[in-house]
C-alpha cells in the first residue's frame, strides 16, 4: 500500500507539472467546452422566462447556477476516452504497460486525478466571468458542499471505471465506435447532462435511479444548487459507492477475460 500511495503521489504531481507547462492549451480547451452548457442555459432561461419565470422549479438564475456548476463538473468526467483503447493497442502502448508491476488502471486514475487539480484551479477565474455574465442564483448548504467536494471525485471515479469498461471491448475488436456513441447518447440523456432531472419525465427520472449516468453529473451538480435533503445526499454517495464497486468489479471481469484475448502490437 506504501508503494502504491507513492506511485500516485509521484504520478499526481508529475500530471499538475505537466498540465500546468500546457496551461493555455488546457484554457482554450475548457473555453471551447463552455458553448455546450451556455447554449442550454441560453435556451432553458428563454423557456423560463415564456413560462411567467420558472419552468420545473427552474427559474432563469437557478439555471445559471446549475449550468456553471456543470462546467467543473463536466471538466472533472473527462478521463481516458474509449477512443484512445484503440491507439493504446494499435502503437504497443499497451504492450509496454503490462510489463510494469502495476495495473495500468491506478495510472489512468492517477495522472486524470492530477489534471483535475489544475482543472479546478484553472476554473475559478472562468466560473467568475460566468458569474458576472449570468448572475446565478445559488444558495448551498454546508451538507451540500461538503457532498459537492466528495461528490466531484466520486463521479470522476465512476466514468473511469465505466469507459474503462467500454475501452477494454476493443480486445475483441477494433470497430466499436457504434457501441460508444450509443452510450454516450444515453448518457447525454438520462446523466443531468443535457437538462436538469426534475425537468425529465418521471418513467425517465425512475429509469435514471437504477443507473450510473445521473450519479456522475445530476448528482454532483444538485448537491450544489439543489435543495436535497441530508438523507438524499447520503443515498446519492451511497449509490456513488456502489456504482464504484460496480464498475471496479466489471474492470476486473473483462480485463482477465480480455488478457486471454490480447494480441501484442507494437512499432
Known amino acids: 500500500m506504501r508503494h502504491l500511495f507513492d506511485f500516485y503521489r509521484t504520478t499526481m504531481k508529475l500530471a499538475v507539472i505537466t498540465q500546468l507547462q500546457y496551461r493555455t492549451a488546457n484554457y482554450f480547451y475548457m473555453i471551447g467546452m463552455i ?3 451556455i447554449i442550454y442555459l441560453v435556451v432553458w432561461s428563454t423557456i423560463a422566462r415564456a413560462q411567467g419565470g420558472s419552468v420545473g422549479g427552474y427559474t432563469s438564475g437557478s439555471f445559471a447556477a446549475y449550468y456553471i456548476v456543470w462546467t467543473l463538473v463536466r471538466n472533472m ?3 481516458f476516452t474509449p477512443y484512445g483503447w484503440e491507439w493504446r493497442i494499435q502503437h504497443g502502448e499497451l504492450s509496454a504497460a503490462l510489463l510494469r508491476p ?4 491506478h495510472r489512468d486514475i492517477a495522472y486524470f486525478a492530477g489534471w483535475k487539480v489544475v482543472v479546478i484551479i484553472l476554473w475559478l477565474p472562468l466560473a467568475a466571468a460566468l458569474a458576472l455574465l449570468f ?19 466520486g463521479a470522476y471515479l465512476i466514468r473511469t471505471m465505466l469507459l474503462w469498461c467500454l475501452g477494454m471491448l476493443t480486445f475483441w ?10 452510450f454516450f447518447a444515453v448518457e447525454l440523456l438520462l446523466s443531468g447532462r443535457l437538462v436538469p432531472m426534475a425537468l425529465l419525465p418521471s418513467w425517465a427520472q425512475h429509469l435514471a435511479r437504477y443507473m450510473p449516468f445521473q450519479w456522475t453529473f445530476g448528482f ?29 468489479a466489471g474492470v476486473g471481469v473483462i480485463w482477465r477475460q480480455g488478457m486471454r484475448a490480447f494480441t501484442a502490437v507494437g512499432n
Open 35 to 37: 458553448a455546450e452548457p
Open 77 to 79: 468526467n473527462i478521463v
Open 102 to 105: 502495476i495495473h495500468p488502471l
Open 135 to 153: 448572475r446565478p442564483e445559488l444558495h448551498p448548504t454546508w451538507p451540500g458542499i461538503l457532498t459537492f467536494l466528495l461528490a466531484i471525485w
Open 173 to 182: 475488436t477494433t470497430r466499436v465506435s457504434a457501441i460508444y456513441e450509443l
Open 220 to 248: 454532483p451538480i444538485e448537491a450544489l444548487v439543489g435543495q436535497l435533503t441530508p438523507a438524499q445526499l447520503l443515498m446519492g454517495l451511497a449509490m456513488q459507492i456502489l456504482w464504484i464497486g460496480i464498475g471496479l
